[in-house]
T-cell receptor
Framework: SQQGEEDPQALSIQEGENATMNCSYK?????LQWYRQNSGRGLVHLIL?????REKHSGRLRVTLDTSKKSSSLLITASRAADTASYFC?????????????????FGSGTQLTVLP | DGGITQSPKYLFRKEGQNVTLSCEQN?????MYWYRQDPGQGLRLIYY???????QKGDIAEGYSVSREKKESFPLTVTSAQKNPTAFYLC???????????????????FGDGTRLSIL
């Protein structure tokens, strides 16, 4: 099932502008992760924020997490044409299985970001 | 360099045919995963394996089968029972807690570059 939903579905900005993407989820989580996917390629991990953290930075990326609202945002500052890609949030949760426990990653539907030169 | 290799990059399936997608990793990860991605959508979990000779169904396992005979390999078979197989298939792996196979969720999953499957 799709746990996370990204907003907006598509975003088009000029180079140098900031891009903000939002993610909402439904159940309790261990952490929330953001991934990037270039067209026709696999996913690349960008940043992880734990459930007890509120904000995290990595280079031009800033992620916030509000567990009370079950939402997260990804901010890319000073965007570049090379940032054009799809961005996905994913939530990690622990589940029970017959042989014990397992952790699963559940992905949202993604935001397609286009940065115009 | 360590990584995940998926092959082939493109695959075509005829009606009634089973096809197998390959996924190999040299990251020494215990846990491996198969996801399906439809156009404009996120990833949905098909099967996962936390340890050799063990695997679990994900959210959309019907019409698919897997095996995990070696730590490095986690092939996915799309059977003729899968009536809508056209999609982009992604394999991933991740490190696990020693002795348990349970994914260390504070570590990212590493992805291959996918196989695009189409029906002839």
């Amino acid at each position: 099932s799709q746990q996370g939903e990204e907003d907006p579905q598509a975003l088009s900005i000029q180079e140098g502008e900031n891009a903000t993407m939002n993610c909402s989820y439904k159940t309790s989580i261990n952490n929330l992760q953001w991934y990037r996917q270039n067209s026709g390629r696999g996913l690349v991990h960008l940043i992880l924020i734990r459930s007890n953290e509120r904000e995290k930075h990595s280079g031009r990326l800033r992620v916030t997490l509000d567990t009370s609202k079950k939402s997260s945002s990804l901010l890319i500052t000073a965007s570049r044409a090379a940032d054009t890609a799809s961005y996905f949030c994913a939530t990690a949760r622990l589940i029970s299985i017959s042989s014990g426990s397992a952790r699963q990653l559940t992905f949202g539907s993604g935001t397609q970001l286009t940065v115009l030169p | 360099d360590g990584g995940i290799t998926q092959s082939p990059k493109y695959l075509f399936r005829k009606e009634g045919q089973n096809v197998t997608l390959s996924c190999e990793q040299n990251l020494n990860h215990d846990a491996m995963y198969w996801y399906r991605q439809d156009p404009g959508q996120g990833l949905r979990l098909i099967y996962y394996s936390q340890i050799v000779n063990d695997f679990q169904k994900g959210d959309i396992a019907e019409g698919y089968s897997v095996s995990r005979e070696k730590k490095e390999s986690f092939p996915l078979t799309v059977t003729s029972a899968q009536k809508n197989p056209t999609a982009f298939y992604l394999c991933a792996s991740s490190p696990s807690r020693p002795g348990t196979g349970v994914w260390k969720s504070n570590q990212p999953q590493h992805f291959g570059d996918g196989t695009r499957l189409s029906i002839l």
